[in-house]
């Protein structure tokens, strides 16, 4: 292989890891908006879509009524989780209600445990067929499938919040949770909508990916970490930009790996973080104390 | 203390509510009539805003809220605006991210579905006739506006709900001379379209010549009420809220 | 003040004198990965336990049969959390031996508890340094092949296939480097290039860039040493980039789930495993085959067709291995309740005692300077065909 | 008995069940799990300090446990270094590289914070992995001495356990020290807020790594005993899961009370424990693992949701062991009245004016908020800014305390200039302010609030602090403290917690906080906003008595009737640009003010 062509290997793999951490970064995103919480368990919602359609699949339901029930399942599982463990808690401070996070990561992944064992699962790709040459890059079907069904997602996501009386009252509740109180929007309902549509999100992006890379119980960690990097370098607040941060961390992740040394894959990929963290939080002390005081207050 | 009859819409008898463990409302009691606009004076801290967050429900209460002769029980914001109270809040509380209309309609919340589109778009287009400034902005993000023109969507917002009551809390708080001038203008206008109104406010001077009626707090109680131009030329009045003051407080 | 003395009374409590219970048992300490990373290899070796407990749960002594008891927990594949493991069984089930660990590094961070207490293990991971030095490793014996086995086989293979440049693609824990230590040491000897040596993790999800950047190199095969589901990930990407090399796998794929998971993408894989995965197919001669497939047999019956593994294997040698020197213990007179004695001899007597053992991994002989026991026959080669293990041609 | 004696005897309780439990124990359950506790009871007290007193929450604290547990291995290994040297080195070399990474990775804040550390831990594991030649990479290394002092070597759980618990003891000894010290003030002060900390001069950079670098070597300490105790280390056990763990531990002990990070680390080590060894019991054999995880998650989800703060505080209640708030405090307090009060500082021979802002410039992305402003300030006067809402001059102040950067000209205190310079070094300067919404430290009392005000004039060291060597100093502090409260009329309620306090009560514990950095230049935010008829009589008693001891003061301020009966010159803004200034009086009738600002009717 010529150095071009790995190149646009490493590119075209970057993108599309970074594609699938976009979709968990918009739920982790969804969620911190409208309820103020770090989930830590995100990941947990795309370990459970994975698992649950590779076993619909395997007991021979068509692979898009179980991706749908999937993600469905992971949805209902989102709003019964807030409903359950954070509506309880919802005036704690954040330290608590990450730990409250922490303790639904472990409980969703130990059920996950329970329910399909250590084993890996597998689900066949969307489509067969062999792997497309798009300019020097291989990509599989499935990674297409995986950038075509994350434009839908992010066009969907965008007419609802811009077009529909529903999105637009969720994201009153996250802009000013007080007024959208005094308009008559129920706070709590839009609460557990944000943690069903991050619970979809979720289990969507497990149903893509399983089929790339097999579905484990434990998978779900380093997913949503990899989500909660972009959605933070993105200031947890937009969604385009979520994605944007998202697709360049997994590009740099990749280029880092390919160009300079797999063995320090995360180390370059967490490094450059750290300094675009620095760097961000830099430019913003320049103009003084009190505008990083309440840029940290959020 | 006029009792409550026909002509009373809100009633309220020993409001009392606390914040954490201060208590900001002791048994206040007030009524507003209907097509009435009310004022509540008193210096920062002496109680309007929790006695407005009580009504609302943002903060619990004990006492008697009576709504057109009936109670409301247990108040929540999100009951009390289908019930027929609308708060336009301290600081107006926009949602800064979010366009002028989006905000306007987002007003209009809990009548949606319930009423027709047609209605809600005629509301609409009722505000833009009171704030016509507002017109060529529909678009804009709240938080670029100027502070006066965030008031008047603050206020159009409130009226979108169609409430029967109207809370203002320091509506003509930091703003311009000019400013508060029309929008006192248009407070008016729409108390003669029939709407009644609460409004809470430093500005003493500027709201007793809008108010038929006023409440003077302080400390949590009320001190004193009347007709406002009573008020107004009351001595201890003048000195306290009427002498040392300008017109724009600011917070 | 009351309730300190609640406190206080708990604290007696806690702190009087054991019940007197009758130690008629004796109890060996299994701490097998369960989950976590390692939770492919330590799953069989739990079920193997399992299955075993009772057949081998039972040893004739001076006064009649005693009990012997597999106490199994979880080492959660943490070498922090197997060392506590290892301490309770040793401290508060007073084991007169223990089967740890799955893995390389928890097996090697319980040495200095085992050495310290001198209580005797049998290791189910591969590293050779877990048994060596012999002399400061006097209580640890093991019973996988070790890497340099495995990958003594491996290279002799691809010589004879005329393959002399290799792309390595190693987990980047300790499982991928002690297959690569001695993969290095091994293909210099062998006259075997290494093109490319790339690492990933465990739980990657994607291995296409080291993929890409070893093609840059131009191997003529790729040697994954990884187990699933990482080993389908990285030979999956490696078809998914339109790939025909040759692809070389570890014994650590030797299991069902790498089938299963790997569809038609790991036909032709070439890997190194213990007879159990054919053992249909050895020749009648073949004195491990009995025992291979009653222990098959019985897994499968049990756990599904198919679900066979080399590391149940292991544990099961483990079992195997303490059973008769348990017993050789008992006959020398040592009562189990002298518990330090009993660990002494018995660990003498696996030593001393462990003599053409048939195994499942292999035929076991120790001696005071070999704790690994196995020879060359322990391996074979196999290949992957139509789904199924085949002897590799 | 009182609540002091109970605690004494709560604590030889304590030492003495620690004392005794390897024999207590022994046979029944195994020791290396009290060992464990006591490794984990280390790091989540460092941690406790960080994020429970300093509010820096942290997932890197694996890191450090790793860094040390590696330099003491290769040092004793590599180098051959007696294991007794590899010790302190491992804990100064942790906590060196805590501080040296303090300074950057404090920058961040919230979100950014967390993701920052745990980014550290990712990076230390993928350095610890592949650095083969001195790490030994994934697989570790083996054959670490073990801990040995001359002859004596240190070997087996019992050894371990109490020394590792020795440690616990001197490292609660030492965090409860400064957390009790000047100190642990200041971190409580950067915790509340970072920007009414530095308004009295404390230096939240300065603090926030030395409490970091104090938790890396606790944390490295916990390594270096980690390795000599199992004499085998490698990578997995510090990656960054463990970080979590620690902060599990932390947050379930009692983030806020250092005992509590131990029964935190207790606590997890001996549910898990206690779970791998019942719920084989009650579900039977074999399914274990699985339960286990459910269990615990469920276990801390419930715990935290409905006890946020932790169990510790719960225990202190059931055990009626709850100390009363600072009551040391009190005594000293109660000398204030026969203390001479502490003087502001007399007027010296001062320059003319003692504030001066020259072009004076400030935006925000698209918006002006202070343009081209000048304005000199005489000394000892009382000056007032006016204008309305949106003037600029709440701007002005943060501009003139060093909270924000101007975008353009300069200020400059007695002829210094001071724009360039941070915050803290204004106020220690000699600026003194309040905030338009008070910015008291909530969980601090009322006395320790003015405490944290005299952190510049005060001088025991972070060394000092954590070996308790401050205590007469803080008693003079405290003595000092009470004159100011005197002043401002709050000394009867010196042991409140400020956040209990009443709004009024707020503004004027500001004001003896300021008064207490003995400020030069004082500048009141809207000092009488929120008040009350008679407060507000006292409070321009408050200004005028402040400026007669000599200090100048500045206030803004929209009620022009407490303005024209205090200030001796008042500047008049409008969109950030001065109108007016001058004599009340003739600002009062200029017609541009009444334009632009008063309204014709004022005039009249």
Redesign the interface.
Known sequence: MTLTQQIAQFLASGIINGTIYALLGLGLVAIHSATRVVNVAQGEFAALGALLASTLVTRGMPLSLAAAVAVGVAAAVGGGVYRTAIRPARDAGPLTLLIITIALHLSLKGLLLLVWGTDPHSLRPFTAGPPLRIAAAVVTRQSLWVIAVTTVVLVVLYVFFTRTILGKSLRACAVNPTAARLMGIRVERMSALAWMIAGALGGLAGVLIAPLTLATYDMGLILGLKGFVGAVIAGMASYPWTVAACILFGVVESLGAGLISSNYRDGIAFGVLIAALLWRALAALRGGLIISEEAAQE | MNAPGDDVLLAVEGLEAAYGQVQAVRGVSLSVGHSEVVAVIGANGAGKTTLLRALTGLLPSRGRIMLGGRPVARPSPEETVRLGISLVPERRQLFESMSVRDNLLLGAYHRIGQESRAAIEEDLRRVFVLFPALVNRTASRARTLSGGMQQMVAIGRGLMARPRLLLMDEPLLGLAPLVIRDILGTLAQVQHQGQSILIVEQNAKAVLGLAARAYVMEAGRVVRHGPATTLAQDPAVRAAYLGGHVESAEG | MRRLWVIGALLVLVGAPPSVAQQSVIKVGVVVDVTGGASSLGVPERNTVLLYQDELGEVPGPNGPVRVQYVATDGESDPTKAVIAAKRLIDEDRVVAVVCCTTSPASLAVIQTLQTNRVPNVSLAAAVTIIEPVDQRRWIFKTPQTDRLMIDVITDHMRRRGIRSVAWLGFDDAFGQGGLVEFEKLAAQKGIDIAAKESFARASTDVSTQVTRAMGRNPQAFLIWAIPPGANVAQRNIRDLGITLPVYQSHGVANKTFLDLGGASVDGTILPSGKILIAELLPDTDTQKSALLGYIERYEGRYGKGTRNTFGGHALDAMLILKPAIERTLRQGIRPENTGGFRTVLRDQIERGTKELVGITGIFNYTPTDHLGLDLRAAVMIEVRNGTWTPAR | ?TTTR?LQ??AT?VVA?LA??P???A???????FV?IGLFSLIVIGLSLL?GHAGQ?SLGQAAFYGLGAYIAAITTLRMGLAPWLALPLAVGGAALAAYLLGA??F??????L???T???N??M???V??V?HLTG????L??IPPLSIGALVI???RAYYYLTWSFVLAALWVGRNLVCSRVGRALAAVRS???AA?AVGINAAFYKSRVFALSGALAGLAGALYVH????V?P??FAF?FS?DL??MS??GG?YHLPGAVAGAAIVTILR?AL?TIMPRVLG??????????????L??VV??FS?AGVWPHLLA???LEPGRSSRWTQAASLAGMLPESPPPSPRAEPASVLRLEGLRKQ?GGLLAVDNLSFEVPAGEIYAIIG???AGKTTVF?LIS????PTRGAVYLRGRKVSDL??YETAALGVGRTFQTPKVFADLTVLENVMVGLHRLTTTSFTAAMFGLGAREDAQAAARAAGYLEVVGLLDRADVLAG?L???ALRLLEVARALAIRPVLLLLD?PA?????AERTEVVKLIRHIRDTGTTVVLVE?????VMETADRVLVLNYGQRIAEGAPRLVRNDPRVIAA???E??AS
């Not at chain 4, 046979?27 to 799990?33: C, E, F, Q, T």
């Not at chain 4, 105790?229 to 085998?232: I, N, T």
């Not at chain 4, 060093?402 to 950067?405: C, I, K, M, N, S």
């Not at chain 4, 906003?529 to 008829?533: A, F, K, Q």
């Open positions: 008995m109970r005897l709560a309780a069940v005794v439990l024999f207590a124990v046979g029944r359950i195994s020791l290396g799990i464990f994020a929450v950057p990775i920058v961040l804040r919230g979100h950014f967390v993701l920052g745990l980014g550290l990712v990076v594991d993928v350095l992995r592949n083969q990479g994934p697989t570790g083996t054959g070997v087996g759980d807020s970072e920007v530095a105790y199992l004499s085998f490698s997995s056990p899961n979590i902060l599990v947050v379930l983030i424990e791998r054999s074999g399914a274990s693992a699985e339960y286990e995880i459910v269990v615990f998650g469920l801390l989800a935290v949701i946020p059931w055990l009626r925000f309305p809402n949106g943060n060093g909270l924000l950067r941070p915050a209990a009443p709004f009024g809207e906003s929120g008040l009350s008829s929209h009620d022009v009737g407490l600002y008063l309204g009717e004022a």
